[in-house]
């Protein structure tokens, strides 16, 4: 079993930053992937950015030169670091995790997800 829990959301202003963490328990993570998600109110819950055991990375579009993903493995701790926010990337940002650590943005891939938290991008 894995349990997941996000942190680091809050309000911020447009053009600000935040670094949100996911920390990882329950089996070790060296050979998995992990991945990060989010959910605006009244959307569907869309990939943002996703990291496999070796340190390759995959970022969405809409975040690529903003965000950075990184992960300490030995720790089992992700990493979301978000700058030159904008107010529509407020959403719910949840963690999840890949047992087969392949490198993907699609979502039926990820096995865990945590709770999520809470990013608001004010104008």
């Known amino acids: 079993q894995v349990q997941l829990v996000e942190s680091g959301g809050g309000l911020v202003q447009a053009g600000g930053s935040l670094r949100l963490s996911c920390a990882a328990s329950?089996?070790?993570?060296?050979?998995?992937?992990m991945g990060w998600f989010r959910q605006a109110p009244g959307k569907e819950r869309e990939f943002v950015a996703a990291?496999?055991?070796?340190?390759?990375?995959y970022l969405a579009n809409s975040v690529k030169g903003r965000f950075t993903i990184s992960r300490h493995t030995a720790n089992n701790i992700m990493y979301l670091q978000m700058n030159s926010l904008k107010p529509e990337d407020t959403a719910v940002y949840y963690c999840?995790?890949?047992?087969?650590?392949?490198?993907?943005?699609?979502?039926?891939?990820?096995?865990?997800w945590g709770q999520g938290t809470q990013v608001t991008v004010s104008s």
């Open positions: 999840a995790v890949d047992l087969r650590g392949v490198l993907t943005g699609r979502e039926s891939e990820y096995d865990y």
């Open positions: 990291i496999n055991w070796n340190g390759g990375t």
């Open positions: 329950g089996r070790t993570f060296s050979r998995y992937s």
